[in-house]
């Protein structure tokens, strides 16, 4: 980066942390440091619910996926609307008549304490694992900046975040996530126009989307119901919905957003217009994706986008590398031809552009065998494609201030999850067990805060192994989707089966984690599916219990 890339990079985040820490001061309590007190406003509520999904993953993954596999991830979304009408109807009015800390306390009072540790420790796990992916993300652009150890920046991006959430708790989180988000989105907006401003041979916006849909990116919808495929209307809409219900509606790093706002109506109003946002948004980052799609098959582009690793490749395996190397700059040099006539209005030139991208999505497949055969764990490149843009095309300013966004939105997610793991197993856990009725609210604060240092120290463990992962957006999904499930037909059970009892709500919910984790191992089906069977065994459990 040049020096403009690196003081507009390094204020910001700067900038950041100083904010936060500042908006942490005069922790009073426990119920400041992990409510705000109950003071915020709808706005924040929105921002808060938003940021803390739209991590880092979202804007450096998002692109990636998308140029590898199309607009078809956008229907994951499309369940999610639904589910804020249940959680503002239902959840939302329930958590606030109940004043609790964490979602998992009403289970306590609604059923009985076993099925309140099932579904708290079943979130620990799922948000444990999931923050420590969240880490990763930002460390990628870190390490390929400096040049340092992947392991190494997973320590340092972690150990910055903690100074402020550690300090500020809810309130500080809250504030910080309401300034981040705004840079995020301003930010992103300028990336996608500068990408299409930058198109070559006078292409525009019409062009590059001719250019994605005639290789199939441009695939929003696809209303094929295959139970296999993880993409599609059906999958969006059904394990979308459950997915989201479960996510929003009982994640811990998700109810700590909506139950810090002052009153109902504030609440409500937040997650109504996320329903409403989220979906154009994921969107327009994904069509960022399509976008350069377009861009590299008129520009020569690299065969493996994680430089770092393809110069590895290089020192290991020099002789294979040149060879596949070589053919890769002849397959491209006829994509650039082919996608050229294509735009220049050429009816003929549309076979050979698809069959040339069909010969480099090969070699491409082909370079990644080749790098797992050198010994290199990190042989998929969907989260660099983006970072690889940035890094070559944009003017000296915008490229450290994206580098920034993505470093601030995984800031926002990951400083949620901190917080609300850490809330939980206070509450949960540790309070549960080893009750301070006695002790003063500034003791009850600095435990919160040991408690946060410690989910801190396990989420840097946890990013060592997110290395090994593909898609990061796809990995964190497939992990919630793995525990949301049954955790979301315990709240089910709760709300809408009045006569059922904690033991048999207990015991169907171990079901259907054995249920789920059979199905994720010998891949019955995609993994948003699995939220739908996992809240089902245990809502059809309950059900036939009660009629024996």
């Not at 010994?375 to 989260?383: A, K, L, M, Q, R």
Request: proline share 3%.
């Amino acid at each position: 980066m040049t020096w403009p890339d690196w003081l507009v990079f390094g204020l910001t985040l700067l900038g950041i942390l100083l904010y936060g820490m500042w908006r942490g001061r005069g922790q009073h309590s426990a119920d400041a440091y992990l409510r705000a007190d109950r003071s915020m406003p709808w706005y924040m509520v929105l921002l808060g619910v938003m940021a803390t999904q739209a991590s880092a993953i979202t804007f450096l993954s998002a692109p990636g996926q998308a140029f590898t596999d199309g607009m078809r991830f956008v229907q994951y979304y499309f369940g999610l609307p639904l589910a804020m009408i249940v959680i503002a109807v239902t959840f939302a009015p329930m958590f606030r008549r109940q004043n609790v800390y964490t979602a998992y306390e009403f289970l306590e009072r609604r059923f009985d304490r076993k099925t309140r540790l099932a579904a708290s420790v079943l979130f620990l796990l799922s948000r444990g694992a999931s923050t420590g992916i969240s880490i990763y993300a930002p460390s990628i652009i870190v390490s390929t900046m400096l040049g340092w150890n992947i392991y190494l920046t997973n320590v340092i991006v972690g150990g910055a975040l903690l100074l402020y959430t550690m300090r500020g708790g809810a309130r500080s989180v809250a504030y910080t996530q309401t300034l981040m988000f705004g840079i995020i989105m301003g930010a992103m907006v300028i990336a996608g126009m500068w990408l299409v401003q930058s198109l070559p041979y006078g292409m525009g916006l019409g062009d590059a989307i001719q250019l994605a849909g005639l290789v199939g990116r441009m695939n929003v919808i696809t209303t094929t119901f295959d139970l296999d495929d993880k993409y599609n209307l059906w999958s969006g809409l059904i394990g979308g919905f459950f997915l989201a219900l479960s996510y929003f509606g009982t994640d811990q790093s998700q109810v700590g957003r909506f139950i810090t706002a002052k009153d109902l109506r504030d609440s409500r109003i937040g997650l109504m217009l996320n329903g409403l946002v989220k979906i154009p948004m994921q969107f327009g980052i994904l069509f960022i994706g399509v976008l350069l799609v377009a861009f590299y098959a008129v520009v020569p582009g690299p065969i493996f986008f994680n430089t770092r690793v393809a110069d590895e490749v290089r020192m290991r395996n020099s002789q294979a590398s040149a060879q596949i190397e070589q053919r890769w700059d002849d397959a491209t040099s006829r994509l650039n031809a082919a996608a050229t006539d294509v735009v220049r209005d050429s009816a003929a030139a549309g076979e050979r552009y698809v069959a040339a991208h069909d010969s480099v999505q090969t070699l491409r497949k082909e370079y990644r065998a080749l790098v797992k055969r050198s010994g290199i764990t990190e042989s998929n490149d969907t989260n660099y494609i983006f970072l690889y843009y940035v890094r070559s095309m944009l003017p000296a300013g915008l490229v450290g201030l994206v580098f920034a966004v993505v470093i601030l939105a995984s800031w926002g997610s990951i400083s949620a999850g901190f917080h609300s793991l850490a809330t939980a197993s206070v509450v949960d856990l540790h309070d549960l067990f080893r009750p301070h009725n006695d002790q003063t609210p500034l003791a009850a604060v600095r435990r919160a805060r040991l408690h946060t240092l410690a989910w801190g120290i396990m989420g840097i463990a946890m990013s060592m192994l997110a290395t090994r992962m593909g898609s990061l957006i796809e990995a964190v999904n497939i992990l919630g989707s793995l525990f949301y499930g049954p955790i979301l037909g315990i709240f089910l059970v709760a709300f809408y089966i009045k006569r059922a009892g904690g033991t048999v709500t207990f015991w169907a919910a171990v079901m259907a984690e054995a249920t789920v984790l059979a199905c994720w191992w010998f891949d019955v089906v995609s993994f948003l599916w699995l939220n739908v069977i996992g809240a089902a065994v245990v809502v059809g459990v309950a059900i036939t219990r009660l009629r024996q």
